[in-house]
C-alpha cells in the first residue's frame, strides 16, 4: 500500500487546485511574501516589550520590589514641597470690599442731593461732573489692590502688572480701618488723571472718602494666580534610584511616589535595551534569520508544494502573522490598561486560532509545527509569565488540531474551542496545585479569561474561514458538505432536467465513498464531487440511456462517430457549466478525468463494423474522451466506480460472482489502457477498491420476499 506520506499528500492536494496562475507561479512574488515575512517577524522579536509588575494605589504591596537598573523618577512629593517653599514667604493679596465701594458712592450722591453747598466749593463743576468724577474714582478704588513689600517684589520677578498694587497691608480683616492718606492721594491721582476736574472738586470728593472706614478683604484669584507663576518656576525634582535599592516593602501601602518608580524603572529598562544599537539590532537580525530558515527547512523538506506555490505560502504567512498582531495588540491593551488586568489574564490563549485556521485549510501537520513555532515567538516577546503561557498554549493548540481534523460543520468549531478550553482549565488547575496553592482567584480569572479567548478564537475562526476559503480559493471539508446541498442550483436542475444521471450519480457517489474510505483517501470528496461529475449530460440528457424512455434510442438516427461525439461532449460541456457556477476547480478536474482518455468502444465497435472491421479506416483518436487521465486516487475511484456502476446494469444476473467478473474485467482494461499511471494508487488499493466496489453493489442490488397478492374475500370474512 502506499506509504502514508503520500497518502497524507494526496488528501491534502485536494484541497487546491491545480490551477495555477502568475500570482501562484511567480518567482518574484515568493522573494515579496518571504521578505515581508521576514520583516514582520523582525519587527515582532525586537520590539518586545518590558513588563514591570504593577500595583494599585492604595492597595498593599504582596512583596518587596526592587530597582533593576539605575533610573530617575518623577519625585511628585519633593517637587510638592519644593513649590511650597517657593510660595512660603509669599504675602496676602487685599482689595476694598466692592460692597462698601458701593454703599459709600450711594451716601455720597445722597448727601450732594439734599446739601447743595458743594458747589460754592467746587466752583463750575456740574452735577453730571460730579457724577462722572464719582464713577471715575470707583473704578479706581475697584481695582487697587494692598500687598507687602516683598511680595510686590516677587510679582515683579513673574512679569505681573503692579501698577494698581499699594504697598499696605491691615492688621485685622473682621474690622474696617481708615486707609492712611498717602494711599488716597495715590488712588485720587490715579483716578483722575487725564481729567479736566478741577483741583477743587477732586480735593471735595478725596476728603469724604478719606474719612470714612473701609473693609478690606484678601483676593484669592490673585493669589493663586500669584502662586501659581512663582510655582511654575520650580523645575520638577527627578530623584535618583540606583539599582538593587528597594523600591517598596511587602505589605507597604502603595502611593504615588511607588507607581511613579515602578513605571520610571520600566521606561530605563526599555530604554537600556538600546533598541537602535547596530549590535541589538543584528541580534535580532540573526533571531530572524535563523527562525526563517528553520521555516523554510520545515516546508521543504515535509511540504515542498507549500514552498513551491505562492498561493499556500502566503495563506500561511498571513495566518501567522495576524496571530502575531492580535497577541501583540491583546499585551498592548493590558499593559497600558489602568485597572492592571495584566494580572487578572496572565496566560491569554492565542495559538489554538492559528492552529485551527491552518488545520483547516493546510494540514495538520503545519497547524502543529506553526503552533510550536509561534509558541516560542510569544513566549521570547511577550509580557507574560513564561512556563505557563507556554505549556497552555501549546497544549491547547495540539488538541485543538487532533479535534480539527474530522470538522464538517462550522459550529463544531465551538466544540473544538470548548476541548481545547477544558484543556487550558485543566492546565491551569494543575500548575497552582503543583505551586502548592488551592483554588482562589487567581485561579478562577485564569480559568475564565482562557474561557474568553477560546470562544474569541471560535467566533473569529466561524467568521474568517469562509472569507479565506473564498480568497484563497481552498475547498474543505465544511465546503464539501455544503455543496452536498440537494437545493444547489446544478444539482436542482439536474433531478429535474436529467433524473437518470442524478439518480446515477448518487449510485456513485455512494460506491465511490465507501472505496476511498477503504484505501483512507478522501470519501467526502468522492461523494460530493460525483454529484456533479456529469452535470455536462443536461445539455443532450435524451442521448444518455438512463435519460431515455423505454423503447426509444436516438443514437438509432445518428451515425457511430456523431454518437460517440455526442457522448464525449458531455465532459467539456461539464466543464463549462462548472465554471459559470462557480465549482471548485477540484470538481472541475474529477469531470475532466472521470473518462480519462478512455474509448467509447461500443461506437467505436459500430463503426469499425460499419467500414468492414479495417481499422485504417477509422481514427480511434475521434472515439476517446479528452482527458486528461486521473491525477489523484479520488479521480480514480470515480472513474471506476462510475464505471462499474453503468456496466452492472447490464448484467442479466445480478450477482457477486457477476460483479466481481465484470469489475476484473473492467479495472484490468483501465490499467492496461494506462489509466492509472499518473495517480498515486497502487495494485494492492485497486484491489481494495474493488472488493468493497463489489460488496457495496451486491448490497445495491439484494433482492427481496415476494410479497402475495391479498385476497377481497379473505379481507371480507
Known amino acids: 500500500m502506499q506509504d502514508k506520506p503520500s497518502e497524507l499528500k494526496n488528501y491534502n492536494e485536494l484541497k487546491f487546485s491545480r490551477e495555477q496562475g502568475f500570482f501562484d507561479k511567480s ?86 442731593v439734599k446739601d447743595q453747598g458743594w458747589r460754592d466749593l467746587v466752583g463750575e463743576n456740574s452735577f453730571e461732573d460730579m457724577y462722572q468724577a464719582m464713577d471715575d474714582l470707583e473704578s479706581e478704588m475697584i481695582g487697587v489692590r494692598f500687598t507687602d513689600p516683598r511680595t510686590l517684589k516677587k510679582m515683579g520677578d513673574v512679569d505681573l502688572d503692579t501698577k494698581n498694587y499699594l504697598v499696605y497691608t491691615p492688621a485685622d480683616l473682621s474690622e474696617s480701618v481708615l486707609l492712611p492718606k498717602q494711599i488716597w492721594v495715590s488712588v485720587v ?48 525634582k527627578y530623584t535618583h534610584v540606583n539599582a538593587g535599592n528597594r523600591i517598596i516593602d511587602k505589605g507597604d501601602k502603595v502611593t504615588g511616589r511607588h507607581l511613579a518608580m515602578l513605571q520610571s524603572m520600566k521606561k530605563a529598562l526599555r530604554e537600556s535595551r538600546n533598541l537602535w544599537h547596530p549590535i541589538t539590532l543584528l541580534g535580532s537580525l540573526i533571531i530572524t534569520f535563523l527562525f526563517s530558515g528553520i521555516c523554510y527547512a520545515f516546508l521543504s523538506v515535509n511540504h515542498q508544494q507549500v514552498v513551491q506555490s505562492n498561493r499556500k505560502l502566503f495563506l500561511l504567512v498571513t495566518i501567522v502573522l495576524l496571530t502575531l498582531a492580535l497577541s501583540k495588540l491583546t499585551e498592548f491593551l493590558l499593559l497600558s490598561s489602568m485597572s492592571n488586568l495584566i ?63 474530522t470538522l464538517r460543520q462550522r459550529k463544531e468549531i465551538f466544540v473544538v474551542c470548548g476541548k481545547a478550553w477544558v484543556c487550558a482549565a485543566l492546565i491551569a488547575i494543575s500548575f497552582s496545585f503543583y505551586s502548592d496553592s488551592i483554588i482562589n482567584m487567581s485561579l478562577l480569572s485564569d480559568v475564565l479569561s482562557a474561557a474568553f479567548f477560546m470562544l474569541l478564537t471560535a467566533v473569529m475562526v466561524v467568521g474568517l474561514l469562509p472569507l479565506f476559503e473564498s480568497s484563497f480559493r481552498i475547498m474543505t471539508d ?83 462517430l456523431e454518437s460517440a461525439q455526442v457522448i464525449i461532449a458531455h465532459v467539456s460541456e461539464g466543464v463549462t457549466m462548472a465554471r459559470k457556477a462557480g465549482l471548485p476547480e477540484q470538481f472541475i478536474d474529477v469531470i475532466k478525468e472521470h473518462h480519462g482518455t478512455t474509448l467509447v ?51 442479466e444476473v445480478v450477482d457477486e460472482d457477476t460483479i466481481e467478473e465484470l469489475a476484473t474485467r473492467l479495472i484490468k482494461e483501465k490499467a492496461d489502457d494506462g489509466q492509472f499511471d499518473e495517480c498515486l494508487i497502487t495494485f494492492e488499493e485497486l484491489a481494495i477498491v474493488k ?3 463489489i460488496k457495496t453493489l451486491c448490497a445495491f442490488a439484494h433482492s427481496r420476499v415476494k410479497y402475495p397478492a391479498r385476497d377481497n374475500n379473505v379481507m371480507k370474512t
Open 27 to 112: 518567482v518574484g512574488v515568493r522573494w515579496f511574501i518571504a521578505i515581508f515575512f521576514m520583516l514582520c517577524l523582525f519587527c515582532f522579536l525586537h520590539f518586545r516589550d518590558v513588563r514591570v509588575e504593577t500595583l494599585e494605589l492604595d492597595s498593599q504591596a504582596p512583596n518587596y520590589f526592587v530597582a533593576q537598573v539605575d533610573f530617575d523618577f518623577f519625585d511628585e512629593e519633593a517637587t510638592v514641597i519644593l513649590r511650597q517653599a517657593s510660595v512660603s514667604n509669599i504675602g496676602k493679596i487685599y482689595e476694598i470690599s466692592q460692597r462698601e465701594i458701593r454703599k459709600r458712592r450711594n451716601e455720597f450722591e445722597e448727601t450732594i
Open 189 to 236: 491721582t490715579k483716578g483722575f488723571a487725564g481729567k479736566t476736574y478741577s483741583d477743587a472738586m477732586q480735593a471735595y470728593i478725596a476728603s469724604y472718602f478719606e474719612k470714612s472706614k473701609w473693609l478690606l478683604a484678601e483676593d484669592i484669584p490673585s493669589q493663586r494666580k500669584l502662586r501659581g507663576l512663582i510655582q511654575d518656576l520650580v523645575p520638577e
Open 343 to 405: 494580572e487578572v489574564v496572565r496566560y491569554p490563549v492565542f495559538v489554538p486560532f492559528a492552529a485551527i485556521m491552518l488545520c483547516s485549510l493546510l494540514n495538520a501537520n503545519i497547524a502543529i509545527f506553526a503552533g510550536g513555532f509561534l509558541v516560542v515567538v510569544l513566549t521570547m516577546t511577550l509580557a507574560f509569565d513564561d512556563q505557563e503561557f507556554m505549556v497552555i498554549n501549546l497544549a491547547a493548540a495540539v488538541v485543538a488540531v487532533l479535534n480539527t481534523r
Open 478 to 560: 465544511v465546503t464539501l458538505m455544503e455543496y452536498m446541498d440537494p437545493n444547489n442550483d446544478l444539482l436542482r436542475r439536474l433531478s429535474i432536467e436529467a433524473p437518470g444521471t442524478y439518480q446515477h450519480s448518487v449510485v456513485v457517489g455512494n460506491l465511490a465513498e465507501a472505496a476511498a474510505l477503504a484505501i483512507d483517501a478522501n470519501g467526502l470528496f468522492c461523494r460530493v464531487s460525483t454529484l456533479y461529475h456529469d452535470i455536462g449530460k443536461m445539455v443532450t440528457p435524451q442521448y444518455f440511456t438512463e435519460n431515455q424512455q423505454a423503447g426509444m434510442n436516438i443514437h438509432q438516427l445518428l451515425t457511430p
Open 601 to 651: 468502444y461500443y461506437f467505436y465497435k459500430k463503426q469499425l463494423e460499419k467500414v468492414g472491421g479495417d481499422k485504417t479506416q477509422v481514427d480511434e483518436k475521434d472515439f476517446r474522451y479528452a482527458g486528461p487521465r486521473p491525477r489523484s486516487k479520488e479521480s480514480a475511484i470515480i472513474m471506476i466506480s462510475d464505471t462499474l456502476e453503468a456496466a452492472s446494469r447490464s448484467l
Open 691 to 693: 472488493k468493497t466496489l
